[in-house]
């Protein structure tokens, strides 16, 4: 039972547009959030993270949203980029245990030239 | 500085084939990881260690999966004896401490085909 979801495997935006990708939660404990980019061959690399006391954090071209009441969260990427182009995974972890991040399934997305 | 290093990086391998894979996680950092991705299921955490010392392995599949920690510099996920439903990309990955704001760094992953 997955705790941590991303029910859209790809998404597909054109360069300069907003790219919005979507993730959900089932743990109520979770309250850490964290988004993974990762390139085809390599490990999967920080991008940006979101405590559960903000329903913001916002670095460069990179905002995530916090929804705590439903459980859900999201990825903004503007404008977006070919270079964006990559798996991107939603993790969490809980207040307890900080050490086990758990995974959502990833969403690929391609930036159209 | 080094990142996390993870060999081999390919490794095709005969059902029933013993396979172990190995993880140098970044000096300094107290937590190692270990993560299975798939299609089918993402990224899935298997085992993670604190100090060396394993803390949780819900997320091992079976007791075919083993992991070790002997020390801080050094791990170790074995197969035993490997199937062709473990095909995947197996990432070991570090952290400084147990706390939120740490980031994972993750190795480039060893990618495993058991036929």
């Known amino acids: 039972d997955q705790q941590v979801k991303q029910n859209s495997p790809s998404l597909s935006v054109q360069e300069g547009r907003i790219s919005i990708l979507n993730c959900d939660y089932t743990?109520?404990?979770?309250?850490?959030f964290l988004w993974y980019k990762k390139y085809p061959a390599e490990g999967p690399t920080f991008l940006i993270s979101?405590?559960?006391?903000?329903d913001k954090n916002e670095d460069g071209r990179f905002t995530v949203f916090l929804n705590k009441s439903a459980k859900h969260l999201s990825l903004h990427i503007v404008p977006s980029q070919p270079g964006d182009s990559a798996v991107y995974f939603c993790?969490?972890?809980?207040?307890?245990?900080?050490?086990?991040?758990?995974f959502g399934p990833g969403t690929s997305l391609s930036v159209i030239p | 500085d080094a990142g996390v290093i993870q060999s081999p990086r390919h490794e095709v391998t005969e059902m029933g084939q013993e396979v172990t894979l190995r993880c140098k996680p970044i000096?300094?950092?107290?937590?190692l990881f270990w993560y299975r991705q798939t299609m089918m299921r993402g990224l899935e955490l298997l085992i993670y260690?604190?100090?060396?010392?394993?803390?949780?392995d819900s997320g091992m599949p079976e007791d075919r999966f083993s992991a070790k920690m002997p020390n801080a510099s050094f791990s170790t996920l074995k197969i035993q004896p490997s199937e062709p439903r473990d095909s995947a990309v197996y990432f070991c990955?570090?952290?400084?401490?147990?706390?939120?704001?740490?980031?994972?760094?993750f190795g480039e992953g060893s990618w495993l085909t058991v036929v």
């Open positions: 990955a570090s952290r400084r401490t147990a706390s939120s704001g740490n980031t994972i760094y």
């Open positions: 743990n109520s404990m979770f309250d850490y």
């Open positions: 979101i405590s559960s006391i903000k």
């Open positions: 993790a969490a972890s809980e207040k307890t245990s900080y050490d086990k991040v758990i």
């Open positions: 000096s300094g950092h107290n937590s």
């Open positions: 260690f604190n100090n060396n010392v394993p803390i949780d």
